[in-house]
C-alpha cells in the first residue's frame, strides 16, 4: 500500500526562512518510497515571504507543493485549519516555517507511525536531555504546559506544545476545530484526549531562536494554552 504525508508549513513574516525550511522538507526521503506534499500557507505576511515560496516553487517545479494567502494576518490555527481543506495525504504533520526543528525527524515519525499503525505521535523537545532545549526562555512554561494536560486529560506526555504533531488525516479532518492562533494545540490535544486516543512520543531535535530572530510565541500565549485546555476539559 503505497502512503502519502501531507506536511502543513503556516509561515507569518518567515521570508528569511521559508526557503531553508522548504529544501529541507522537500528533500526528505521518506519510508515505504511515500509520497510528500507541502502547503504552505502565508498568513497575512507583511514582508516578502509570498515571494521566497514563491520564488522556491518556480526552482523547484517537481516538487508537490501548494502556497496559499490569507489576505491578512489571522493566526497559525488559521493557517492550519485552511491548509487542511486542501490536504490530499493520509497522514499530515505541522511544520512551522522557521529553522528551529529538523524535518528528518518528522520523517523518522512517519515511518514509527506507518509501521505501528500510530492514529497519533507528537515529537518531544524534551524527552531526553538536550542542554540547548532546555536552556530555552519557554522550558518552564513548556513543563507547565504538560503537567497541566497530564492531569486534566490522564495523558503522560512531556511536551504539548510541540510543533510536531503527525496524525492520521481523516482523525484530524474529523476534530471540530475552531483554533485562530497558538491555541491550535491545546485544542487538538483536548480533543484527540477526549476521544480516547493515547499520545505517544519519540525524541526531537529542537534549536530555538530568540525574538530579535523572529519568534512569534509569548507569555500570554502559555496562559490561553492553560485556558483553552480547561476549556475543552470543563466546556464544549
Known amino acids: 500500500m503505497s502512503h ?3 506536511v502543513i508549513m503556516p509561515a507569518y513574516n518567515e521570508g528569511s526562512h521559508i526557503q531553508i525550511i522548504m529544501d529541507k522538507v522537500c528533500g526528505l526521503h521518506l519510508a515505504h518510497d511515500a509520497q510528500l506534499e507541502l502547503i504552505v500557507v502565508n498568513d497575512g505576511s507583511r514582508d516578502d515571504t509570498h515571494d521566497q515560496a514563491q520564488a522556491f516553487m518556480d526552482a523547484h517545479p517537481e516538487a508537490d507543493i501548494r502556497l496559499i494567502d490569507h489576505a491578512h494576518n489571522r493566526g497559525k490555527g488559521a493557517g ?9 495525504g493520509d497522514y499530515v504533520v505541522i511544520q512551522d516555517g522557521d529553522d528551529e526543528l529538523d524535518p528528518r525527524d518528522f520523517a523518522a515519525m512517519f515511518a514509527k507511525m506507518v509501521d505501528e499503525n500510530l492514529p497519533v505521535l507528537y515529537g518531544s523537545r524534551f524527552l531526553e536531555a538536550d542542554a540547548e532545549a532546555q536552556g530555552s526562555t519557554f522550558y518552564f512554561g513548556n513543563k507547565v504546559l ?5 492531569l486534566l486529560y490522564g ?7 510541540t510543533c510536531y504533531k503527525m496524525f492520521r488525516t481523516e482523525i484530524l479532518k474529523s476534530i471540530p476545530l475552531k483554533c485562530e492562533g497558538f491555541e491550535f494545540c491545546p485544542e487538538v490535544t483536548a480533543k484527540i484526549a477526549r476521544r480516547g486516543y493515547r499520545i505517544p512520543e519519540v525524541p526531537i531535535h529542537y534549536r530555538p531562536r530568540s525574538f530579535e530572530q523572529g519568534k512569534k510565541i509569548r507569555a500570554k500565549d502559555g496562559l490561553q494554552a492553560i485556558l483553552t485546555l480547561l476549556r475543552y476539559r470543563f466546556g464544549d
Open 4 to 6: 502519502k504525508l501531507s
Open 80 to 88: 492550519i485549519r485552511t491548509a487542511l481543506q486542501y490536504v490530499t
Open 146 to 150: 504538560a503537567w497541566v494536560a497530564n
Open 155 to 161: 495523558l503522560h506526555i512531556t511536551d504539548e506544545a
